[in-house]
């Protein structure tokens, strides 16, 4: 009876803690964002551009390009004329 028990506290346990890590993984999903430069509010209150932040708390690497739609917006005289 006692073994039983135990085994059921410790499953209580396990339960708790993957509820626990859930929850912690859904707040780390949030992040507070400026909606027009797209900075990133570190945890210190300093703003971050978003591929700094996201290089510093994950495995990826950036390259950057242009999209279409800015391409036109910065180099108008280049889009003109083609």
């Known amino acids: 009876m006692q073994k ?9 346990l396990l339960l708790e803690r993957e509820k626990a ?8 999903g ?3 964002i400026c909606a027009s430069c797209k900075k990133i509010r570190e945890d210190d209150g300093c703003w971050t551009q978003i591929e700094g932040y ?19 917006r910065l180099y108008p005289d280049f889009y003109e004329t083609r």
């Not at 890590?21 to 780390?28: D, G, K």
């Open 54 to 72: 996201i290089r510093q708390h994950s495995e990826a690497k950036f390259t950057h390009s242009t999209c279409p739609d800015c391409a036109k």
């Open 4 to 12: 039983y028990k135990i085994e059921q506290q410790r499953h209580m």
């Open 21 to 28: 890590l859930l929850e912690v993984r859904i707040l780390r």
């Open 30 to 32: 949030l992040l507070p």
